[in-house]
């Protein structure tokens, strides 16, 4: 890999809550602790699935997606409990502002999950693993939680990192190791390989790194599309991804997951209610108008679609964004489906997008992690 100052390694934090409703729900009510705790629909209810487990609940055999009636099974002493959304949701700020405290560039992927890039820190810190370290602290501090953090350089190794040593983890990955970990890592967690990708991959003999490796760059295009050139570049530890800390500003969106499914046009179309109104609040706040709506559909079988509408105005009303999201609805017939999560988002803001910033850095020097 090149190390010249040229291009200088940049210093990526990835941060992963541990079994995250649950050890909300554990913290806040102690009687759940040291126990077997699923949160997500409960078994006796219609199709409710696990949203998470306790990892006292994970010695079982429970894991997320799996029907709550199944999990009753693995552990029938185990305990069920509805998820709360907004208690998450006030978790999330609170990581998200202790993340503040060391860089702004801050890339939050889902509520328990964030990259920062530390290359330069805030409070001079310098070392990427001090600040992984500290900001491990300050959660267990402040919020009486735990936290998994990857340290690398690139934002796929910190990702695949941090979930080496749950709970309460905090793996480097420097650049002298990264091809020796990439070689032994199972095809089935690299980014993007679903489970459709890797038994694909394991008919062809492809189980590791080490094997993606042997194809070329056009024989990894040719099987796997324009992924194949990610495999390619990726298995040689280059992701020169950016952390984007304002990814929101291109897309403007809201989404929920429900803990049971839904199989009404009815119940979709009250929930899309709410959704849009989350939205239309934000765009407001933002003073932002979307000329293209997107609605975006989890199945139970977490096949997801979408379906967007595009306008020649900008809009941010209730009224219209209802009745688009409803009328994409529609058409997909959405009857007797199982409806496992919904989202709106609003894009082609009226005002210019921020340019994508260069992905090469010659800027700053290169420091030790
Ligand atoms: P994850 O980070 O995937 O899982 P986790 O934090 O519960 O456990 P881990 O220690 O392995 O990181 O997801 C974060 C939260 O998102 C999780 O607590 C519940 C929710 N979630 C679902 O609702 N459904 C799902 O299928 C998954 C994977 C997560
Ligand atoms: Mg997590």
């Not at 690139?154 to 420097?174: E, M, R, Y």
């Amino acid at each position: 890999m090149d190390q010249s100052p040229a291009h200088p390694h940049r210093k990526i934090i990835h941060i992963d809550m541990d079994a995250f409703y649950a050890s909300v729900e554990q913290r806040d009510n102690p009687e759940y602790r040291g126990k077997p705790l699923v949160v997500g629909g409960l078994p006796e209810g219609r199709g409710g699935v696990v949203a998470t487990a306790s990892y006292e609940a994970r010695k079982f055999g429970i894991r997320s997606a799996m029907p709550s009636k199944k999990a009753l099974q693995l552990c029938p002493h185990a305990l069920f409990v509805r998820p709360r959304f907004a208690a998450y949701k006030d978790v999330s700020q609170k990581i998200r502002e202790i993340f503040s405290r060391y860089t702004d560039l801050v890339e939050p992927l889902s509520l328990d999950e964030a990259y920062l890039d530390v290359t330069t820190d805030k409070l001079n810190i310098g070392s990427a693993i001090d600040i992984a370290k500290q900001i491990k602290q300050a959660i267990k501090d402040e919020l009486q939680l735990t936290a998994s953090a990857g340290v690398s350089i690139n934002k796929f190794v910190a990702k695949t990192a941090s979930d080496i040593n749950k709970p309460d983890g905090l793996t480097f990955i420097g650049p002298s190791a990264i091809e020796a970990f990439m070689e032994k890592l199972p095809v089935e967690k690299f980014f993007g390989v679903g489970k459709v990708t890797a038994q694909k991959m394991k008919n062809m003999g492809l189980h590791t790194g080490e094997d993606l490796k042997k194809l070329t760059e056009d024989e990894l295009t040719k099987n796997f599309g324009k992924a194949g050139r990610f495999y390619y570049q990726i298995v040689r530890g280059i992701d020169n991804r950016e952390v984007q800390p304002h990814r929101e500003t291109k897309s403007l969106a809201a989404e929920d997951t429900f803990p049971y499914d839904l199989t009404t046009t009815e119940e979709m179309e009250a929930e899309l209610d709410k959704i849009a109104q989350t939205v239309c609040n934000r765009l407001q706040t933002y003073q932002l108008k979307g000329r293209t709506l997107t609605l975006k559909i989890k199945y139970s079988d977490f096949k997801q679609i979408t379906r967007n509408q595009s306008f020649p105005a900008g809009f941010n009303d209730l009224e219209t964004v209802c009745a688009t999201a409803k009328r994409l609805l529609a058409a997909t017939e959405p009857d007797d489906k199982k409806v496992r999560l919904l989202g709106i988002s609003l894009s082609n803001f009226n005002e210019p997008t921020p340019k994508q910033k260069d992905e090469k850095r010659t800027d700053q020097l290169m420091l030790p992690f």
